[in-house]
């Protein structure tokens, strides 16, 4: 099982001298941090310091390393640690207890999308509460952080449950439950396994959230390999399906009023075909000074790559 801790992140110096304050996260000798900076909403408080202001946690400490009283605000600030190294060891005890297998990629979607603990006191929450309900308190917490983008997904998890069951509780969310959800998303809907497998993780990261709440028995737990297996019952990868040159050929010869919204997809889409299928992320960091006697050098944003090769013949397609 992966351990975590709040260590002073001296792999890396800020331009200022001094060291983020992190989440360490340990899973099996690879490790990765998480800045605290990036995990609260509270921007009054600075998460990095220097190697003269922080305390690294002893034998005794449980992983928590914390500032010196020479640290301004440093209580608030050790509080604010303490929470979220809690968090981090809730998470890891609710995988051990559903017998999750544990991924760095899944651990930060759950430690980034937990509605936080300094808010979550604004939870008027009862045993018998409707999904509805609980789905409404977590939009309004995600949209008072900022987080537009996730706060829309649960909005539109919160409709299709509306749809399905307007007058469910939590404590109905069962194995025939969620069978009989994915069914009418399949038949009713005309869902496939793609979409079924985003809705009903939400749904599964919310049941989570209950059950720290107090609001969902852990035996009741419906989600598991002997239960409702998501990654079992749902094939969520997409399947990839190749653009026709006949489509290629409309979409260039296709009119549009320049500089509209319409015509900078066209154009960048074509220019992504030309350059060999360069991703949007790549795109966005060209300069001016990238090309060179039709020559384009693209430094990969993900693969810290440098590809050098000639641009494709625009004149036609091939």
Known sequence: MASVAIVLNTTYKLSNGEYAVALQVTHERKQKYYAIN????????TFKCSTKDWIAAGAE???????????????????????????????LKRYEDTNTAFSFQ?????????????????????????????????????????????AGLYLEVQNILKKFKPQALLSDVNIRFLESFEYWMRNTRGNKDTTISVKMRNLQRVINQAIEDKLFKQENYPFGE???????????????????????RKLKELELEPNSALHLAQQMFLFSYYSRGMNFIDMSSLLGKTYQRAISTILGARQADTLRYRLMNITKVS
């Open 38 to 45: 990036t995990l609260i909403t509270d921007n009054s408080l």
């Open 61 to 91: 400490d449980n992983g928590l390393g914390k500032f010196r009283r020479s640290f301004i605000n440093y209580k608030d600030c050790n509080e604010l640690l303490r929470q979220k190294l809690n968090d981090a060891h809730r998470i």
């Open 106 to 150: 899944g651990f930060e979607a759950d430690l980034k999308n937990k509605p936080q603990v300094e808010i979550r006191e604004k939870f008027s929450a009862t045993a018998g509460m409707l999904i509805n309900e609980y789905y409404d308190q977590h939009i309004n917490i995600l949209e008072e952080q900022g987080r537009v983008g996730l």
């Open 226 to 248: 002997k239960k409702y297996s998501i990654n079992k019952r749902l094939n969520s990868k997409t399947k990839k399906i190749a653009i026709t040159l006949d489509k290629i």
